[in-house]
T-cell receptor, first 112, second 113 residues
Framework: GDSVTQMEGPVTLSEEAFLTINCTYTATGYPSLFWYVQYPGEGLQLLLKATKADDKGSNKGFEATYRKETTSFHLEKGSVQVSDSAVYFCALSETGANNLFFGTGTRLTVIP | DTEVTQTPKHLVMGMTNKKSLKCEQHMGHRAMYWYKQKAKKPPELMFVYSYEKLSINESVPSRFSPECPNSSLLNLHLHALQPEDSALYLC????????????FGSGTRLTVV
């Protein structure tokens, strides 16, 4: 079955540090991959997505590349800010399927 | 309008109460979802409506009853809940199944006392 394995947290970084949050997936077909962000007390916001192999999703300085050969979709940002502190969820959805499989989430705290 | 609106934002209810959660979207999305999220956990799928018909029920207890009155509205009726049902309830919508990404509401934080 489909699943997402995400880097355990929490992650604490200093402002302007480089961020990587690892995500790997298992899927039976050709899924679309997503990163969602959840700020404290809020719902989930779509951060970026990629729908096929080698696609790169990007938004707000965050990037992730769909790597079929390593079944990965790692999230990166070159210089994090305090305002990036949140929980980040990696997720996948199969074509034609009505479900979004989430990883366990990674809590990021950025300190000044 | 690119939002999913959920009301109320917070709800406290007793175990004998009946209450409803509401969700609304005006993006023309034809799939709508209810998720339950416990603290420090990812969201778990409860129900999926596709073209206003219930297409997935993830073995949710009957004390949760979903309703989709039209393509823009999704309700979750609550009755005789237990304290362990306290959680953040998230509504989401998508264009159709699969690849487009879901738009989530900000959720209803439910406390059962």
């Amino acid at each position: 079955g489909d699943s997402v394995t995400q880097m355990e947290g929490p992650v604490t970084l200093s402002e302007e540090a480089f961020l990587t949050i690892n995500c790997t997936y298992t899927a039976t077909g050709y899924p679309s991959l997503f990163w969602y962000v959840q700020y404290p007390g809020e719902g989930l916001q779509l951060l970026l997505k990629a729908t096929k192999a080698d696609d790169k999703g990007s938004n707000k300085g965050f990037e992730a590349t769909y790597r079929k050969e390593t079944t990965s979709f790692h999230l990166e940002k070159g210089s994090v800010q305090v305002s990036d502190s949140a929980v980040y969820f990696c997720a996948l959805s199969e074509t034609g399927a009505n479900n979004l499989f989430f990883g366990t989430g990674t809590r990021l705290t950025v300190i000044p | 309008d690119t939002e999913v609106t959920q009301t109320p934002k917070h709800l406290v209810m007793g175990m004998t109460n009946k209450k409803s959660l509401k969700c609304e979207q005006h993006m023309g999305h034809r799939a709508m979802y209810w998720y339950k999220q416990k603290a420090k956990k990812p969201p778990e799928l409860m129900f999926v409506y596709s073209y206003e018909k219930l297409s997935i029920n993830e073995s949710v207890p009957s004390r949760f009853s979903p309703e989709c009155p039209n393509s823009s509205l999704l309700n979750l009726h609550l009755h005789a809940l237990q304290p362990e049902d306290s959680a953040l309830y998230l509504c989401a919508s998508s264009q159709e199944a699969g690849n487009y990404g879901y738009t989530f509401g900000s959720g209803t934080r439910l406390t059962v006392v």
